[in-house]
């Protein structure tokens, strides 16, 4: 079950339950401003960045976290996914991607997030710029070293098995 909003977003009311037309699911509606209020989820970027020749993936460690991830980050009122991914890749690493293609999308419950994920390529591999209050570590590895610096079953395991079975790294 998704979260569901108590209050209008508009006005403030408590929404009640209702079917919308033609619909058996109940749908969050505000009496008062008599419109639906669907659901509200956040929605981010994520992107396994790969060297020039593929041999190597970006990991970063972040907020104390004992285990690797992927660059991620929240896509800003106003922005499209294409537009979050070089913006976060700046901010936290300071490096341009020379190539992107989107892989899929995955909601991830504990921080209600639709994540929009990638396939990035970068031309360099310096990390000189990297932001030091965003990011602990940084550290490229080889394929077979990220699976096992990442959390079994989570969401860069299931990337970077993603990326190792559609493009036979």
């Not at 209020?37 to 976290?65: E, H, S, W």
Request: proline share 5%.
């Amino acid at each position: 079950m998704f979260p569901i909003n108590k209050y209008c977003s508009v006005c403030g009311s408590p929404l009640v339950l209702k079917p919308c037309i033609g619909e058996t699911e109940l749908v969050p509606f505000c009496e008062t401003c008599n419109e639906y209020r669907f659901p509200k989820f956040n929605v981010a970027v994520c992107t396994a960045i790969f060297n020039k020749d593929k041999t190597k993936v970006l990991m970063m460690r972040q907020y104390g976290r004992e285990k690797f991830n992927f660059l991620a980050g929240y896509i800003n009122i106003g922005e499209t996914a294409e537009d979050a991914l070089p913006r976060e890749m700046m901010e936290e690493m300071h490096i341009k991607p020379s190539s992107v293609r989107f892989l899929y999308t995955y909601y991830f419950a504990k921080t209600n997030t639709l994540m929009v994920n990638f396939l990035t390529t970068v031309d360099s591999e310096d990390l000189s710029g990297m932001s030091t209050s965003e990011v602990d570590e940084a550290r490229w590895f080889t394929f077979s070293e990220a699976i096992a610096h990442v959390i079994p079953g989570g969401g860069a395991e299931k990337l970077l098995k993603f990326v190792e079975h559609e493009f036979v790294l």
